[in-house]
């Protein structure tokens, strides 16, 4: 199964609170409470955000955590970065790659392909679309409504 982690899905979790009230300044222990997850969770992705400049934090006892940006110029390709690192089906997706097999596998071209058009599709969905609690519409994507019973079809 390919899935993000835990700590990508509560980055998103946290992220999108925040767009819904971009004014706001965010304490750690504030956001952790609303949204349901434990401190220290919390702090260690607040600081992965800011280190990936998707957040800026602001010290003093007005102080707290912000979007660096708009919501609607952080993608969700950028969240899963700061979290992951970059999006790659596969090790010969990625730009460094080291994989032994590259020139004899038959199939490197085929997952980079597959590879940025995940990264496309990811790209093009942006915080403010993840925060709202109507569903997004995803460009090239026609997806079927769907029970938690059936099986995806795309």
Do not use: F
């Amino acid at each position: 199964m390919l899935k993000l982690s835990k700590m990508t899905d509560y980055a998103v979790v946290l992220s999108a609170q925040m767009a819904r009230h971009p004014e706001r300044l965010y304490a750690a222990a504030d956001l952790a409470d609303e949204i349901g997850l434990p401190r220290p969770t919390v702090s260690k992705l607040l600081k992965m955000l800011v280190k990936a400049e998707l957040l800026v934090s602001r010290r003093g006892t007005q102080g707290g955590y912000q979007l660096a940006r708009s919501a609607s110029a952080i993608t969700a390709s950028d969240l899963i970065a700061a979290i992951e690192g970059p999006v790659a089906m596969t090790e010969c997706s990625l730009e460094d790659s080291r994989c032994d097999l590259i020139s004899q596998c038959g199939v490197a071209n085929n997952w980079q392909r597959v590879t940025l058009a995940v990264h496309q599709l990811l790209a093009s969905v942006t915080l403010a679309q993840l925060a709202q609690t109507q569903p997004i519409k995803l460009p090239w994507v026609q997806i079927q409504a769907l029970t938690l019973h059936e099986p995806a079809q795309l």
